[in-house]
């Protein structure tokens, strides 16, 4: 009797989690999930005339900045849905892109480049792309986007977080 008890208080909090963690994802206005350059979950911002298109599988890129459906980015059909693998053959993925440098003096740094971020639409018309904690390089990056409500101006910030205990320049 307790064991039955038991388990159908625990099936009751498993369903409570997973409805309140349903729930807590919000819809905004302008933002949204999609499928794009062969890549899933990929975030899309638009205003009605512009879209930006946001890549978590590959670097955390953009991956389309359209005016009325016009890309002025550009993306090699090559590298659609190239995703790393750490020893795997590695390429530079088309695309949007920023790095932290000095590029060429920098530890390599292929999570940061080409591996897998995670993606969070955070309000209307923006986003999140958080890359892993590199430890090659000591940082973790954070990148927002906002996408205005009434121009094709696109607001990013990319913020370094130091995650070693030494000093970073």
């Known amino acids: 009797m307790l064991k039955k008890l038991l388990f159908q208080l625990a099936i009751i909090g498993i369903t409570m989690v997973s409805c309140s963690s349903y729930m807590a994802q919000k819809s905004y206005e302008g933002a949204s999930w999609v ?57 530079d993925p088309s695309g949007g892109r920023c790095d932290i440098g000095p590029e060429m003096l920098a530890p390599g740094r292929p999570d940061l480049w080409v591996g897998r971020w995670s993606a969070e639409i955070i309000g209307p018309r923006t986003a999140r792309l958080t890359s892993v904690k590199d430890k090659s390089s000591g940082v973790q990056l954070v990148r927002e986007f906002r996408l205005d409500r009434d121009s094709s101006h696109l607001k990013f910030t990319q913020t370094i977080i130091n995650i070693s205990d030494e000093t970073k320049r």
């Open 35 to 91: 499928d794009s350059h062969g890549y899933t979950n990929c975030v899309e911002l638009s205003n009605g005339f512009m879209s930006v298109i946001l890549d978590p599988n590959c670097g955390g890129r953009v991956l389309e900045y359209s005016l009325d459906g016009q890309n002025a980015i550009y993306t090699s059909p090559e590298h659609d849905g190239y995703t790393y693998t750490p020893g795997d053959k590695r390429i």
